[in-house]
């Protein structure tokens, strides 16, 4: 059966979390790189560390990990999602799980950034 291509399937709470299950994973893998390098700065001993974490100090850095934690949420509760859809028995609670995992990540970026403050 083929689906109709009128832009109906956009409005569906599931083709959002989809984008932004990809757009989590793709900001993900730009991360790694950079962490894994300053951790690296470890083996320098712990000069370089110490270096490498005064520039952590930023509040722009600061605000960029509130965005990675949240979406390393996001991420996690988008991929346990898709696998309760997927290996579930139940179905037709797509609308639920996608509000749980935005709830979710929600909570736990805010968590996060209440960590910064104090």
Known sequence: ?????????????????????????????????????????ALHGAKGLDEGLVWTQNPLIKIAEWGLVSLLALHLAGGVRL????????????????????????ATGLAFALSLIG
């Open 1 to 41: 059966m083929k689906q109709a291509m009128d832009g109906r399937n956009r409005r569906h709470l599931s083709y959002w979390a989809f984008w932004v299950h990809r757009i989590s994973g793709f900001a993900l893998a730009i991360f790694l790189p950079i962490h894994f390098t300053l951790l690296a700065q």
């Open 83 to 106: 696998l309760l859809i997927e290996f579930a028995p139940w179905r037709g609670l797509r609308g639920a799980w996608v509000a749980g995992a935005f709830g979710f990540a929600l």
